[in-house]
């Protein structure tokens, strides 16, 4: 079996336990041939990549919209870190502009929400601490989810206003 069948079989393998992007596809392949020490391991990269756009197995647009939509539903994250999410992955800025101009157009609230349903969940923990703690707590939290200051003020006060 030559070097592209085993790139090739690792792509696919690499795929299988999640759709990826091209570039975690190219960084995954890359640190392969350089354990396995091939030579001229970029053009066989690349004719991999180009092989898996005809399957229709690497798609960058599709990957966005799937990793979006899971990171909406599964794990509560602000449109700022998704956006840098996207772009660590090696999405087109241009398209991730798109993706996100999109959302808030669909829902412009969705931040405040995401974040007063965090709050909502954490509450309960810190109902013991002083309101100041609270704050403090809570604000971390939605700042290392990438929430803005303004967005995380509404939202803390939105709910500990509704006696939660």
Not at 146 to 159: E, L, N, P, R
Request: hydrophobic share 35%; glycine share 4%.
């Amino acid at each position: 079996m030559g070097d592209f069948e085993k790139f090739y079989n690792f792509a696919l393998r690499f795929l299988s336990y999640r759709p990826r992007s091209e570039k975690e596809v190219r960084d995954k392949l890359k640190v392969q041939s350089e354990k396995l020490k091939v030579k001229d391991s970029t053009a066989i990269i690349d004719k991999i990549i180009v092989k898996l756009k005809e399957k229709k197995f690497v798609n960058d647009e599709e990957f966005a919209r799937m990793f979006l939509e899971n990171r909406l539903r599964f794990k509560p994250r602000s449109s700022r870190l998704i956006q840098m999410e996207l772009k660590q992955k090696g999405i087109d800025p241009d398209f991730i502009e798109k993706l996100i101009n999109d959302l808030k157009t669909i829902n412009p609230d969705r931040d405040l929400e995401q974040a007063k349903k965090l709050v909502e969940k954490r509450i309960e923990r810190l109902k013991n601490l002083k309101k100041q703690e609270i704050y403090e707590k809570l604000g971390r939290y939605l700042a290392s989810k990438g929430f803005d200051w303004d967005t995380i003020k509404k939202s803390i006060d939105a709910v500990l206003d509704k006696g939660v």
